[in-house]
């Protein structure tokens, strides 16, 4: 019994930080309709924002470690923004294809720019948050799971407020809706697609900080898996819906976290595409996801 | 009109002549010809699919992966038995590698219906998905075969891939693909492309049309699988990665998607990149990223795609 909440703990952490990636890849596709490959490569500059930052602040302390976190938040924010600014809005428009083709290009563009200048070999991160373990029992829980719980429960009530609590959130949602609609109405699409962007992007960059932590070899390809597996996650709990992507991705990372102890642990990179392709054979608009009828 | 017929034997017959002087020819520039048209043939098949049936799959390298193993598989327990220890005279050996690559193309062609059948009923970035995701399924299943030299992949595959083969393929593949989608049936490639509620409201099946064009597609990825195989002498599972999966559908989107000859001309065109770059190769990868970027804003029809008029979203 222990084992399986030891699991289950196991699991969510791993599965809030899936959530925080899955949150970005939702957020743009909420608002421009198509899958942005390089998110999971944002995630892997703000692990290395993280990296570099991290050697100058005081190791093993909350401060520090916070430090690290909106600094890596920031940049993967700017970067973000920066990516739309160059590369996705002059193809507003376009078809969806190309701009998907573009999204690979930046993403491969990440890839490579940080292998020739972070270097190929993997890193060891720094520990910048204090850690121990706490022992209920049987049961051991990190206090790197508790900063990546805490964090993320942070993160997502604020992005929560921020969608339906503020003006650009309202924004946020009516572009969603209705791109057309919204600019009627006075509503600025680029400003909101950027911030879109930002907001994504400064998530996958905590993201990022608390994937480092717990894993703490970094390389400039780190992002491919876990940002595959985040697109997983938002298209599990419903593409476009904010709850629905934090619920995949918790679902995700306890799924897996299950298959990794069990005998068929080999296969754990399989089974979130397994979960991909049944969840859309089956129920295309996702767990939270409302049907939508096509219309000729 | 057996014209397109005796394209096919011209070339293969070209291809039978080339071979006559491969032994004069530079092994480094044998080598990339070799690579071209293994290319071609991938590029070519997903523009069947991608290109001509508006079918976005992106995971041409998991079709490819099937076809060179069972290839290298049928070459290396099937073929000493059949070839005795001696290895057998040349005339068997090309038997045996035909054989190897038809049975890699089939297999290819297998898994192309059963991954097409279910995932076909969906659209756009999700197909796109589902074949990725079905891609990376093989990789790990692959991974996880001891019998197939698992994460170590197959070793010591005979080295029975030379140009004559590389290019008879490059043939058959182009001469298939161009003999379908000009034929009365293929028409219906063109049509589910453009408008499938139209398409289905005159009665075509464009389900149908959809796995069609998958299975032949994955037929041809399996061949080329078998000949990379045979070509680099070992195989392992994470060469046939998503990452593979992207270069062949850059070529078809360079070279304009559902455009034969554009395709070929990007197959070779970023087979032939890498290598002009290799001098500064630590930024070669970054060059060919941002090229891509580049194009997509600056010509979005592709590369190679003249024609006017089309501009289509």
Redesign the interface.
């Known amino acids: 019994m222990s084992e399986f909440l030891q699991q289950i703990l196991n699991g969510l952490s791993l599965g809030a930080i899936y959530a925080l990636i899955a949150l970005g890849y939702t957020m743009v596709y909420g608002v421009l309709r198509f899958i942005n490959f390089a998110h999971s490569d944002v995630f892997m500059v703000g692990a290395f924002i993280g990296y570099y930052i991290g050697q100058h602040v005081p190791q093993d302390t909350i401060g520090g470690g916070l430090v690290v976190l909106f600094a890596a938040m920031l940049g993967c924010a700017l970067l973000g923004m920066l990516i739309e600014r160059l590369a996705y809005r002059p193809l507003r428009g376009a078809a969806t294809l190309n701009v998907l083709i573009t999204a690979i290009g930046v993403s491969l563009l990440l890839e490579y720019s940080g292998q020739v200048f972070f270097g190929a070999t993997p890193r060891t991160f720094p520990s910048v948050f204090p850690s121990t373990n706490f022992a209920f029992g049987n049961l051991v829980i990190s206090s790197n799971q508790v900063v990546v719980i805490v964090v993320t429960a942070l993160l997502m009530v604020g992005l929560q407020l921020i969608v339906y609590r503020t003006k650009i959130g309202t924004a946020m949602r009516a572009v969603s809706l209705n791109p057309k609609a919204a600019q009627l109405v006075g509503v600025n699409n680029d400003v909101v697609i950027s911030f879109t962007f930002g907001l994504g992007s400064a998530l996958a960059g905590a993201g990022g900080i608390l994937y480092a932590m717990n894993y703490p070899s970094i390389d400039p390809l780190m992002g491919v898996m876990p940002g595959l597996k985040a697109f997983v996650a938002a298209v599990l709990g419903g593409i476009g819906n904010i709850p629905g992507a934090a619920l995949g991705g918790l679902l995700l990372g306890t799924v897996e976290t299950f298959v990794n102890g069990s005998q068929w642990s080999t296969y754990k990179d399989a089974i979130a595409f397994a979960i991909l392709i049944i969840i859309l054979l089956f129920r295309p608009a996702g767990l939270l996801g409302k049907v939508s009828i096509e219309k000729v | 009109m057996p014209r397109p017929h005796l394209y096919l034997l011209v070339a293969l017959l070209a291809a039978f002549g080339i071979s006559w002087f491969s032994d004069r020819i530079d092994p480094y520039h044998l080598d990339v010809i070799i690579g071209i048209g293994i290319n071609i043939i991938l590029a070519v098949s997903l523009n069947l699919v991608n290109g001509y049936t508006g079918q976005?799959s992106l995971g041409h390298a998991g079709f490819m992966s099937v076809g060179a193993y069972l290839a290298a598989a049928v070459s290396l327990f099937l073929g000493p038995r059949l070839l005795g220890e001696e290895g057998g005279t040349a005339l068997q050996q090309g038997l045996l590698f035909l054989g190897a690559l038809t049975a890699g193309g089939l297999g290819a062609a297998l898994a192309g219906l059963l991954v097409g059948v279910?995932?076909l009923?969906?659209k756009?970035?999700?197909l796109?998905?589902?074949t990725?995701?079905?891609g990376?399924?093989i990789r790990?299943?692959f991974?996880?075969v001891e019998f197939l030299g698992g994460a170590l992949g197959l070793n010591g595959i005979p080295a029975y891939t030379s140009i004559f083969w590389v290019l008879a393929f490059v043939a058959l593949s182009v001469f298939t693909v161009t003999c379908l989608v000009n034929s009365t049936y293929g028409r219906g490639f063109l049509a589910t492309k453009d408008d499938e509620?139209a398409s289905e409201a005159v009665g075509l099946n464009t389900t149908r049309y959809k796995i069609v064009a998958f299975v032949i597609g994955a037929f041809f990825a399996g061949a080329a699988g078998g000949l990379y195989g045979h070509f680099k002498m070992t195989i392992t599972p994470t060469g046939f990665d998503?990452t593979k999966s992207?270069e062949i559908?850059?070529m078809v989107?360079l070279g304009g998607?559902g455009n034969t000859v554009g395709v070929i001309l990007a197959a070779i065109l970023l087979t032939l990149l890498p290598e002009v770059l290799r001098p500064i190769a630590?930024?070669r990868?970054?060059i060919?990223?941002?090229l891509?970027?580049v194009l997509?804003?600056v010509r979005?029809q592709g590369l190679f795609n003249f024609k006017l008029g089309r501009a289509?979203?």
């Open positions: 976005f279910p995932s009923r969906l756009g970035d999700y796109a998905l589902v990725l995701g079905f990376e399924i790990v299943i991974q996880n509620i998503f992207i559908v850059v989107i998607m630590e930024y990868m970054i060919y990223s941002l891509l970027i997509m804003i979005p289509k979203s």
